[in-house]
């Protein structure tokens, strides 16, 4: 039994719900509403299952796996086909480093709490929220796109011609820079990419707005 605690527009959520669909693993979703009420997260019985109060959580067998790249790589360790990641040293580096410059550098800064807390505690008002993400999402992405662009090992998707970690985290940082409007025209290459991963069953499926919760 495999059960997923997921939003479904939160990126690192998404995250996990490609790789279960790549590795073609069954679990069921467990919606967790991140705005309602205050917060599902903000839960007694929810911050029991994870301290952090984020998402995404797996539960395999009543054992709690909490962040998203940890998920990844638990499910690559323990359903190794389709690989996440390269059979070699230098290849799994390289995808680690994409993937760890969008789910560790660029999303965290941008993520739902931080944009409430720059509205709630700052008081900035929507406009300047706004130009807070653009700003540091765009720039993040131009460093990815100048990791993928100058480097041969970019192949169909960021490392080779099948998708991957990497792949698993830039396809749903893509989704919200289009939902926040930002200025996407610097990254043909990820923009490329992306619209190769999303015709793939396994991302498509695993989009916002085909979630269960979707809104």
């Not at 059960?3 to 719900?17: I, P």
């Not at 790589?73 to 190794?80: G, M, S």
């Not at 960021?158 to 926040?180: E, I, M, T, Y």
């Amino acid at each position: 039994m495999i059960a997923l605690y997921t939003y479904f527009r939160s990126s690192a959520a998404y995250r996990v719900r490609i790789a279960l669909n790549l590795k073609r693993i069954d679990y069921q979703a467990v919606p967790v509403h991140l705005v309602k009420g205050g917060g599902e997260q903000k839960s007694a019985d929810y911050l029991a299952l994870n301290p952090q109060g984020l998402v995404p959580v797996l539960d395999v067998d009543g054992q709690v796996l909490t962040q998203s790249l940890a998920i990844m790589e638990y499910l690559d360790e323990t359903h190794p086909d389709p690989a996440l990641l390269p059979a070699d040293a230098l290849g799994r580096a390289r995808v680690r480093a994409i993937a760890q410059a969008i789910a560790c550098d660029i999303h965290p800064i941008n993520n739902l709490r931080v944009l409430r807390y720059l509205g709630g505690t700052l008081g900035l008002d929507q406009a300047a929220k706004d130009t807070w993400y653009r700003h540091w999402v765009e720039t993040g992405l131009q460093a990815v796109e100048a990791m993928l662009a100058g480097d041969r090992r970019t192949g169909t998707f960021c490392h080779g011609d099948q998708p991957g970690l990497a792949d698993c985290c830039l396809v749903p940082q893509v989704f919200n820079a289009k939902r926040f409007n930002c200025d996407l025209s610097a990254v043909r290459t990820i923009m490329g990419i992306c619209q190769r991963a999303e015709a793939l069953p396994a991302f498509a499926q695993a989009a916002p707005g085909e979630q269960p919760d979707a809104e």
